[in-house]
């Protein structure tokens, strides 16, 4: 990630948590609220896949954030250790995660249900919950797993 795009992005994150200030995060579309200012009309425009952990504490306000993504790919390689290791480092209790769609379908795949038990999985070792998995198109809309019963225990 180039150095202006990783500022432009901090100072989103910054202007966000400060529009957002002393607002927890309990829904899907509170989370899709943050989550969604991540992915500019570019990512969808260009087709390109980008993924997003908001990092939660124990009342579920936000504390951080760590963005995966790849300039010359359509799709992206999620490192589950570096979010997990980002998530102790800021002491998060809990995790959001998501990512675009690059069609306007926001329908799960089996990579995206593969990922979201293994990342369920791995969290668990550290004491960390992952509340939900949403998936995001450019039009406003979004899936759930939390919300459409989906997300393994």
């Excluded at 400060?18 to 009309?41: C, I, M, P």
């Excluded at 999620?78 to 675009?100: M, R, Y």
Aim: hydrophobic share 35%.
């Amino acid at each position: 990630m180039q150095t202006s795009q990783y500022d432009a992005e901090s100072k989103l994150y910054a202007y966000i948590s400060g529009t957002k200030l002393n607002t927890s995060v309990v829904t899907s579309l509170n989370a899709y609220e943050y989550l969604h200012a991540f992915f500019s009309f570019t990512v969808f425009s260009n087709q390109r896949e980008k993924f997003v952990a908001l990092y939660l504490d124990v009342n579920n306000f936000p504390i951080g954030q760590c963005k995966f993504s790849h300039p010359d790919k359509p799709f992206v390689v999620v490192e589950l250790q570096k979010l997990i290791d980002e998530a102790v480092a800021v002491s998060a209790a809990k995790i959001w995660i998501g990512h675009n769609s690059r069609t306007s379908n926001t329908s799960p795949t089996p990579q995206d249900d593969e990922l979201t038990i293994h990342f369920i999985a791995e969290c668990k070792s550290y004491n960390l919950e992952v509340v939900d998995h949403l998936i995001i198109s450019e039009y406003g809309n979004y899936y759930s797993y939390a919300d459409n019963g989906k997300l393994p225990l």
